[in-house]
């Protein structure tokens, strides 16, 4: 069966200071992976978004960046945090489209509390 | 462009009560798919359902239930007999999209207190 694993669970990082999330998937090849951002009482933010090795789509400029170095692994990184980098980050993986091209659900990480101070 | 609209932020009902939670969608797509997760207090998002639009039949599973109507561009869901564990956000979601990438949009959530 697949799974999703991010880390770490809680982050805590004074301004300024550099950010690497780090999210993996087992039990799939070729996934689809996001990364979102949840402020605190609010919705579902997409950051990036990747449907292949090296390839990154960015849906909101801002200081932070993604890579995906292999199939399965998916990193969210900042050279610089600012404190509106506060926030409830979550990694999701999606399956391609299946056989009838339909549109797969998108399953996610316990995700990162991460609090700039 | 895909919009979701969840216009009740929060809900509170007594343990064993039903209560509905709204989602409207707007798209240009004929062809699109409808989601429902589940974000407990621990910060999971659990995948819940999936509808795609040429399928209108309402759906049961256990104590959840899944009312989508095309003609109103609505995908509610019903909770019956509400448990104290129901408590969560809870999230509608619409994916359109083609090649690769199955964009998603989020509604902000229905934050649903069940009290015991």
């Known amino acids: 069966s697949q799974t999703i694993h991010q880390w770490p669970a809680t982050l805590v990082q004074p301004v300024g200071s550099p950010l690497s999330l780090e999210c993996t998937v087992e039990?799939?090849?070729?996934?689809?992976l996001y990364w979102y951002r949840q402020a605190a009482g609010r919705g579902l933010q997409l950051l990036f978004y990747?449907?292949?090795?090296?390839?990154i789509s960015s849906e909101v400029p801002q200081n932070l960046s993604a890579s995906r170095p292999q199939d399965r692994q998916f990193i969210l990184s900042s050279k610089k945090l600012l404190l509106s980098d506060s926030g409830f980050y979550l990694c999701?993986?999606?399956?391609?489209?299946?056989?009838?091209?339909?549109?797969?659900?998108?399953?996610f990480g316990d995700g990162t509390r991460l609090s700039i101070l | 462009a895909q919009k979701v609209t969840q216009a009740q932020t929060e809900i509170s009902v007594v343990e064993k009560e039903d209560v509905t939670l709204d989602c409207v969608y707007e798209?240009?797509?004929?062809?699109?798919?409808l989601f429902w997760y589940k974000q407990p207090p621990s910060g999971e998002l659990v995948f819940l359902i999936r509808?795609?639009?040429?399928?209108?039949q309402n759906e049961i599973s256990g104590r959840y239930s899944w009312n989508f109507q095309k003609s109103t561009s609505s995908f509610n869901f019903t909770i019956t007999a509400s448990q104290v564990v129901d408590s969560a956000v809870y999230f509608c979601?619409?994916?359109?999209?083609?090649?690769?990438?199955?964009?998603?949009?989020f509604g902000t959530g229905t934050k649903l207190q069940v009290i015991p």
């Open positions: 039990g799939t090849s070729n996934p689809n």
């Open positions: 798209t240009r797509d004929t062809t699109y798919y």
């Open positions: 979601a619409l994916s359109e999209g083609s090649g690769g990438y199955q964009k998603v949009t």
């Open positions: 990747s449907v292949g090795i090296g390839q």
């Open positions: 509808r795609n639009s040429f399928d209108e």
């Open positions: 999701a993986w999606s399956g391609p489209r299946g056989r009838s091209n339909s549109n797969q659900p998108q399953h």
